[in-house]
C-alpha cells in the first residue's frame, strides 16, 4: 500500500513563498495524475493544481493560477507544490494526491487513489 508523505507546511508571513513536498513511503510508484488540494475548517477540500505525471502538463485552479508552482521530479519520486507570495486566505491544510488510472477528473478529490496526511500552512500578516 502506497503512502504519501508530506513536509513543508508552517508558520510563515504574508508574502513570503513556501515549498511543500511528497513523496511515497514504502516503495516507488508511477501515477498517471498527482495533485494538490486544501482545505480550512467547515469547507469542503478545495482542488489548487494536478499534473500530468508522465507528459508533465499542469492544471491550476482558476483563482489561483500564478501564485502556485506544481512539479515533480521523477527521479526522486517527489512531487512539489510552490506557493508564491503567501496570503492569510492561503492558511489552510495542503494534501498531496495521486491517482494511478487516466481521468478527465483531476479536479475533484474522489478522483485519487492515494493521499498524504496533510501538511498545515499557517500564513500571519
Known amino acids: 500500500q502506497v503512502q504519501l508523505v508530506e513536509s513543508g507546511g508552517g508558520l510563515v508571513q504574508a508574502g513570503d513563498s513556501l515549498r511543500l513536498s511528497c513523496a511515497p513511503s514504502g516503495r516507488t510508484f508511477s501515477p498517471n495524475y498527482i495533485a494538490w488540494f486544501r482545505q480550512t475548517p467547515g469547507k469542503e477540500r478545495e482542488f489548487v493544481a494536478a499534473m500530468a505525471w508522465k507528459t508533465g502538463r499542469t492544471y491550476y485552479s482558476d483563482s489561483e493560477k500564478g501564485r502556485f508552482t506544481i512539479s515533480r521530479d521523477s527521479a526522486k519520486n517527489t512531487m512539489y507544490l510552490q506557493i508564491w507570495s503567501l496570503k492569510r486566505e492561503d492558511t489552510a491544510v495542503y494534501y498531496c494526491?495521486?491517482?494511478?488510472?487516466?481521468?478527465?477528473?483531476?479536479?475533484?478529490?474522489?478522483?485519487?487513489?492515494?493521499w498524504g496526511q496533510g501538511t498545515q500552512v499557517t500564513v500571519s500578516s
Open positions: 494526491a495521486a491517482r494511478l488510472g487516466v481521468t478527465d477528473n483531476y479536479r475533484l478529490p474522489a478522483t485519487y487513489n492515494y
